[in-house]
């Protein structure tokens, strides 16, 4: 939900009535108790228009009319829903500032794949308006190879307004909408209506079934919803409410993560002077810092002590003393570093030539070099003091022969071509090997692990069978509802 209160006023009629000083102040004091929403005094022509709509839909006369028949309501009567569903506008997209769902799956997901125990993934998407945000999220994370890999994710999507809401359960979206979105995810993700439907696009079932809607108002805790989520959206919805709503909003939302669990807010939202609870990830992106009952303040987070593994078809950089590592079969591991800068990363990718340009290509050579190369850049590395070492393409994958040369072929053609050289190396064998390397030193420690045989073949066998599966040919027309 994104209260907007700034667009799509409509003008009204000769015969409309206006507010008065008071019944402004009146009303916007019930705005402000049951949404939470603080209106300016520019405000008022747009409250006008809005709420003309519900005197004409209960013949009142005039707002003074309409206050004395908010005041003989019951808590629970359906007219607190039309008045909050009147003055909300809910603007959002799919895919909507992309750099949080990048956050999702390259920090988030990775955690949730690597760390030991049930893999699970609890987000909430708090103002979903129409179901953009919560769809896209499930998008996001089936296309990262999330459900693929068994993680058991559950998205709770929750809004003050009714309406939206129940076109978000429908999940049906006219063309306008779908027009960040490319021609695969449109055929992988939704069917496009015929008929009285034409124009239409409606979400497939895969999509809902990881999604609970439910209505919340965030300024009326408790909001009885489970606790202990790994993610949480709140995006474009605080700069509508007062700093003491703010706080207390984002109070819970610390209350409602995991340790280390991740907040998103809005391009133009931020937790400055609102909490001490949260350190800066990254563009708008927090994450929760300590215990929930024992906040730990830092000026940046300290990631020297973590190890962070990495599969196929991940990157990973850091400006922090990091140690990344991987366990690598027939895929190769380029290891990047810039000893100027002292910031480094590493990929892992399959078949460099597979010819995907969708959601899976970063497990392909060029997407994953590229992606390598430009993560670093915006950390503030130079290319031209780029060094690299190589490991991986080991002997020991039987579904594809020639794999391992012709990964190791391709990322040395590649490094040459870039200009970058290679300071390091080890390739070949029969076994696997796992690979660490120091972001910050450029270090690299090799182990061959031969009891990791047939844990290694079964996760490239399966990545295999996940590219061939999202590159195979899809038809000419998109399925129809």
Not at 5 to 34: C, H, N, Q, T
Request: charged share 25%; aromatic share 8%.
């Amino acid at each position: 939900m994104e209260p907007a209160l700034d667009s799509g006023a409509e003008p009204l009629g000769p015969a409309s009535p206006k507010m008065s000083d008071r019944a402004f102040a009146d009303l916007s004091e019930v705005v402000r108790r049951i949404c939470g929403i603080h209106l300016a005094s520019h405000k008022r022509v747009l409250l006008e228009s809005r709420l003309a709509r519900r005197l004409r839909a209960l013949s009142l006369p005039n707002f003074e009319a309409y206050i004395q028949h908010l005041r003989g309501l019951s808590a629970n009567a359906d007219e607190w829903s039309q008045l909050t569903n009147a003055i909300t506008t809910n603007k959002t997209e799919f895919f909507r500032e992309p750099h949080h769902f990048k956050v999702l799956v390259d920090d988030v997901l990775r955690q949730a794949l690597t760390r030991p125990g049930p893999r699970t993934l609890q987000v909430w998407s708090a103002g979903c308006s129409t179901g953009e945000e919560p769809y896209t999220i499930v998008m996001a994370l089936h296309e990262a190879g999330a459900f693929a890999s068994g993680v058991e994710v559950k998205i709770y999507a929750t809004d003050i307004d009714t309406d939206v809401l129940r076109r978000a359960r429908e999940g049906v979206y006219d063309g306008e909408r779908m027009k960040g979105l490319s021609r695969e995810q449109l055929h992988r993700h939704f069917l496009r209506g015929k008929g009285k439907s034409e124009g239409l696009w409606k979400v497939k079932a895969h999509l809902q079934q990881s999604i609970e809607f439910r209505k919340v108002n965030l300024t009326a805790p408790p909001w009885h919803i489970p606790d202990g989520f790994d993610v949480i959206f709140c995006r474009n919805v605080m700069i509508y409410f007062d700093k003491v709503t703010q706080k207390r909003l984002v109070e819970g939302f610390a209350d409602h993560l995991k340790p280390g669990g991740t907040l998103f807010v809005g391009h133009s939202e931020s937790l400055q002077d609102l909490t001490s609870r949260f350190v800066s990830m990254r563009n708008t992106a927090y994450r929760l810092a300590g215990d929930a009952g024992n906040p730990v303040v830092r000026a940046k987070p300290v990631l020297s002590e973590q190890v962070h593994r990495i599969v196929v078809g991940d990157v990973f950089t850091s400006p922090h003393p990091s140690t990344v590592s991987t366990l690598l079969g027939s895929c190769v591991a380029a290891c990047l570093f810039d000893p100027v800068a002292k910031v480094g990363g590493m990929n892992h990718f399959l078949v460099p030539d597979a010819g995907d340009d969708g959601p899976n290509a970063l497990r392909y050579g060029v997407h994953a070099m590229e992606r390598l190369i430009n993560d670093l850049l915006n950390l503030g590395a130079n290319k031209r003091r780029l060094k690299a070492k190589v490991f991986g393409a080991c002997e020991i994958l039987k579904i594809a022969s020639g794999v391992p040369q012709k990964n190791a072929n391709f990322v040395f053609a590649f490094l040459k071509k870039e200009g970058i050289p290679v300071a390091g190396q080890r390739l070949g064998g029969e076994r696997p090997m796992q690979v660490m390397f120091k972001t910050d030193s450029g270090q690299a420690f090799v182990r061959v692990r031969p009891e990791a045989v047939k844990q290694v073949l079964r996760q490239e066998a399966q990545a295999v069978s996940r590219f061939e599966e999202s590159i195979a040919p899809k038809g000419g027309e998109i399925e129809l509802f």
